[in-house]
C-alpha cells in the first residue's frame, strides 16, 4: 500500500477530524456526504384586518358607524391569516391544519365586561388565504352596553388527522373599538 493510502485507512480507524486530513484532500466525513438544513421551508403567517362591523339593517342613526352596535343587534368580528407559501406550509395546508381566533373584547368601565369569543376552521388544500368570522347577537355574548376594546389571537395547529400534532404558532393583532348601546334606542 502507498503512503497516501495508509494515511486515508487511518483517518478511517480514527474517524474525522480537522487537522488530519492528508493534503490534497477534502475534508468529508464520508464520501457520499450531503446536508440541507432546511429542505422544506419555513411556515409563517400574518394576522391582518381585523374589523368589527354591526349587521343590523335598522340603526338608530343612518349615519352612525358600523362600530356601533344596539345590544339586541348582530355583529361581526373577522380577521384575515395569511400563509407563506413554501414546501412544508403546503403540506400543512393539506393535512388540515386547525386555526382558531380567540377574539378578546375588554369592556372600559364597571358596566361593560371582559367578554372572549372564538372562530375557528381547518385549513385546505392549496389555500393559502383565510377570513375567520364571528358572527352573533352582542347581547348573546355577554356585550352590556359600553365601549369595548377589541384584539385576536391566532392559534396555529394542531392538524385535524391521525397524525395529530402539537400547536405551531401563536399571533396576535389589536386596537379596534365597538360601542354597545341599550337596544329600543332606535
Given at each position: 500500500m502507498?503512503?497516501?493510502?495508509?494515511?486515508?485507512?487511518?483517518?478511517?480507524?480514527?474517524?474525522?477530524?480537522?487537522?488530519?486530513?492528508?493534503?490534497?484532500?477534502?475534508a468529508?466525513?464520508?464520501?457520499?456526504?450531503?446536508?440541507?438544513?432546511?429542505?422544506?421551508?419555513?411556515?409563517?403567517?400574518?394576522?391582518?384586518?381585523?374589523?368589527?362591523?354591526?349587521?343590523?339593517?335598522?340603526?338608530?342613526?343612518?349615519?352612525?358607524?358600523?362600530?356601533i352596535?344596539?345590544?339586541?343587534?348582530?355583529?361581526?368580528?373577522?380577521?384575515?391569516?395569511?400563509?407563506?407559501?413554501?414546501p412544508?406550509?403546503?403540506?400543512?395546508?393539506?393535512?388540515?391544519?386547525?386555526?382558531?381566533?380567540?377574539?378578546?373584547?375588554?369592556?372600559?368601565?364597571?358596566?361593560?365586561?371582559?367578554?372572549?369569543?372564538?372562530?375557528?376552521?381547518?385549513?385546505?388544500?392549496?389555500?393559502?388565504?383565510y377570513?375567520?368570522?364571528?358572527?352573533?347577537?352582542?347581547?348573546?355574548?355577554?356585550?352590556?352596553?359600553?365601549?369595548?376594546?377589541?384584539?385576536?389571537?391566532?392559534?396555529?395547529?394542531?392538524v385535524?388527522?391521525?397524525?395529530?400534532?402539537?400547536?405551531?404558532?401563536?399571533g396576535?393583532?389589536?386596537?379596534?373599538?365597538?360601542?354597545?348601546?341599550?337596544?329600543?334606542?332606535?
Amino acid at each position: 500500500m502507498s503512503n497516501e493510502m495508509d494515511a486515508m485507512a487511518a483517518i478511517a480507524k480514527q474517524g474525522f477530524r480537522p487537522g488530519n486530513v492528508p493534503a490534497g484532500q477534502t475534508a468529508e466525513v464520508k464520501d457520499t456526504e450531503t446536508r440541507s438544513r432546511s429542505i422544506v421551508g419555513q411556515v409563517t403567517f400574518d394576522l391582518t384586518d381585523l374589523e368589527v362591523r354591526g349587521l343590523g339593517s335598522n340603526p338608530a342613526d343612518p349615519s352612525n358607524s358600523p362600530f356601533i352596535v344596539a345590544e339586541d343587534e348582530e355583529y361581526e368580528l373577522s380577521v384575515n391569516v395569511t400563509f407563506n407559501r413554501s414546501p412544508l406550509t403546503e403540506l400543512l395546508m393539506c393535512l388540515g391544519t386547525r386555526i382558531i381566533i380567540d377574539f378578546g373584547l375588554e369592556g372600559y368601565g364597571r358596566k361593560a365586561p371582559e367578554v372572549d369569543v372564538q372562530a375557528t376552521l381547518v385549513t385546505r388544500k392549496g389555500q393559502y388565504d383565510y377570513h375567520l368570522v364571528h358572527r352573533a347577537v352582542a347581547r348573546r355574548d355577554g356585550l352590556k352596553p359600553g365601549l369595548y376594546e377589541i384584539g385576536a389571537v391566532a392559534t396555529v395547529g394542531p392538524v385535524e388527522n391521525e397524525c395529530t400534532t402539537k400547536i405551531w404558532g401563536h399571533g396576535y393583532i389589536k386596537e379596534v373599538l365597538l360601542e354597545v348601546y341599550p337596544a329600543n334606542q332606535d
